[in-house]
């Protein structure tokens, strides 16, 4: 994908702080996954975050709507802090949408009814309103006609444009995405990141765990590495892939364009 | 020649048909049967044994005899028709004494309450099994145990009534108290409300309205029913019950809660390990010395609680089963758009779970259903030991011995083979993953 395709003007970044990390820690038992994590994501950021497996990186991003719990520190999402106050945790969640690696669409539902169920049930939005809602943002991500099957019967590719879309129907101000092309096939990866680009391109907060490289030169406006639980090095993605500083970064970097 | 190195396709191939097998029966018969010394042996000592059988049931059922006051005037008949020596089914006892075996002593002239009550049960049941019927007949089904009940036991039409009345208290106040309290906390609440309401106002509002307004039928003892009406009862009403049960036990086992989730386990734990004979002879005897001397706690009802009991704590397992078949994903993405708990167990996890359990829950209410002739131990009439020894009792059928049990055998096929072939049914309607 090249850089010229892609329309800048309305990525602009607000002022305005939608996700601030401070000092948090995670443990996993007796596993110190996380340690000090300190980040600040502003609205209309697109923050790709990269780094070895077993890095934290999707460890980090989960905490944000608290599929994980962080024990020490503090997570504040669009000024909502993350306790374990239950009803700030559904507030949290009902307005950050998340894109998992194996998609995790609702098999016993179709692909319309998989994207409704949220907005009805959490949002209290009319059946029918929902659905509209639905096949707009299905329209969006290019599978309208296959509203009514099932997501056993759709693609990989086309499964994780669901997962999109059904993430976009709560309407989120906030998008994670942990790892949605790495279970995919080679061919099917372009039609997932177009449709990344596309949201990137309206403006949406992005965070991103994602080995794709080209993804993150050309979209994202800050790329965050990480190893063994900590942040090493952050840095817009020219100078971050041209002029990595520390030595970690260099030899992932070396490690995975190397070839 | 060598290899060619280079190769570019300039013509795709088209899809063709698959070869044609060589077809017919001698092939077939060679394949499956005669494929090997072995399983030529198996194969003529398998239709050896066919033969045997059907040499001796058949001559039996083809000198069935349906007419007869008694055992010896079937056997005189089949004598006199077949030869001295021949053998032959007494199908004249069924004849006889099959009202025995479907309503036990149950007053003959009052066969149709029973028997309306057994086909309304259809109707009940017909929307809960197939979701393509109009959903208002669910209010039907709401207030089918209580017509049911009104119906086998006779009595003021009032006591149903107002024990219905009871789950109007208890969903009042659920609903109430829900979005102040949460969920389980409010469902507390409204199960006190109910029991109070079943335990104190019952009695006296019952009796209140049915001096002002006496409608009734005449009432019918627990002791007058036998038979398939009996088995009917306590296996259909322990079937409806043991599902929601089980289903809340399984979650239960499954909290975060400590308490909660060591009453379930408990619970599964004991009642699985327990024979449910002793169980049942709990129900018969000990429960009376527990309870209040003057209670009168329907025999029906005790064993219909504890078969209740017993099939739970399985379902609970097999249910269990079919949560820890689901992805882990399939909560996070629950989680991630923002569904509380009930919400993602009732339109995520539980369709999905309950779905891949169906096999084992079936299995569990086709167990629980023939499990309910144990009740003979504990005095009822069931259809196989207890009307079989009635009907031995009397001195023109004494001494029959095959008929009562392939005839009771019979109906019990008929009704767990619809169970399983529903289930199968079922299973393919819900088959949506397309693995």
Known sequence: MSESAIDRSKMTISDEVAVQITNMNKWYGQFHVLRDVNMTVMKGERIVICGPSGSGKSTLIRCINRLEEHQAGQIIVDGTELTNDLKNIDKVRSEVGMVFQHFNLFPHLTILENCTLAPIWVRKVPKKEAEETAMHFLHKVKIPEQANKYPGQLSGGQQQRVAIARSLCMKPRIMLFDEPTSALDPEMIKEVLDTMISLAEEGMTMLCVTHEMGFAQAVANRVVFMDQGQIVEQNEPVEFFRNPQSERTKLFLSQILGH | MTDQ?????????????????????????????????????????????????????????????????????CRQIIAATWG????????????????????????????????????????????????????????????????????????????PVVAMLGFVVMGG????????????????????AAAFWWL???????????????????????????????????????????????????????????????????????????????????ASLLLQYFLPPETNFDIILRVIILVTFFAAAYIAEV???????????????????????????????MPQAL?????????????????????????????????????????????????????????????????????????????????
């Open chain 2, 355 to 435: 779905k891949i359990s169906i096999p084992g829950i079936v299995s569990s209410f086709i167990g629980l259903f023939k499990d309910t002739t144990l009740v003979a131990f504990v005095g009822l009439m069931d259809p196989l030991k207890g009307i079989t020894q009635v009907v031995r009792s009397d001195i023109n059928w004494k001494g029959i011995y095959w008929e009562p049990y392939l005839f009771a055998g019979a109906i019990f096929f008929l009704i767990c083979f619809g169970m399983s072939r529903y289930s199968m049914w079922l299973e393919r309607k819900l088959k949506t993953d397309h693995r």
């Open chain 2, 5 to 73: 190195l280079t190769f570019v396709r300039n013509q795709m191939l088209p899809p063709q048909e698959p070869p044609i097998r060589e077809a017919g029966v001698v092939k077939w018969l060679r394949e499956n049967l005669f494929s090997g010394p072995l399983n030529t042996i198996l194969s003529v000592v398998g239709f050896a044994i066919i033969l045997w059988l059907a040499a001796n049931i058949i001559p039996w059922l083809l000198h069935s005899v349906w007419n007869a006051n008694s055992l010896g005037e």
């Open chain 2, 173 to 192: 106040v659920f609903t109430l108290l829900k979005d102040r309290l949460g969920v389980p906390l409010s469902a507390g609440i409204g199960f006190v």
């Open chain 2, 200 to 282: 104190v106002l019952q009695g006296p509002l019952a009796s209140a309205i049915h001096s002002v307004l006496p409608i009734g039928l005449t009432s019918v003892d627990s002791d007058q029913f036998g038979g398939f009406l009996l088995s009917i009862v306590i296996g259909v009403t322990a079937i409806s019950a043991s599902l929601p049960m089980g289903l809340l036990l399984a979650l239960g086992r499954q909290s975060d809660m400590l308490l909660v989730r060591t009453l379930s386990v408990g619970f599964i734990e004991f009642i699985r390990g327990v024979p449910l004979i002793t169980l049942l002879f709990t």
């Open chain 2, 84 to 159: 001295e020596g021949a053998t032959g089914a007494c199908w004249a006892m069924v004849r006889e004494r099959w009202h025995q075996y479907l309503f036990g002593f149950y007053p003959m002239d009052m066969y149709w309450r029973p028997t309306s009550a057994f086909f309304l049960m259809f109707v009940a049941l017909a929307p809960v099994l197939y979701n393509n019927l109009p959903r208002k007949m669910i209010w039907f089904t709401a207030v089918y145990p209580a017509l049911a009940f009104w119906l086998l036991w006779g009595g003021s039409v009032w006591s």
């Open chain 2, 319 to 349: 249910i269990r089963g079919g949560l820890a078949a689901l992805p882990r994903g399939q909560y996070e993405a629950a989680d991630a758009l923002g569904l509380d708990y009930w919400q993602a167990q009732r339109l995520i996890v």
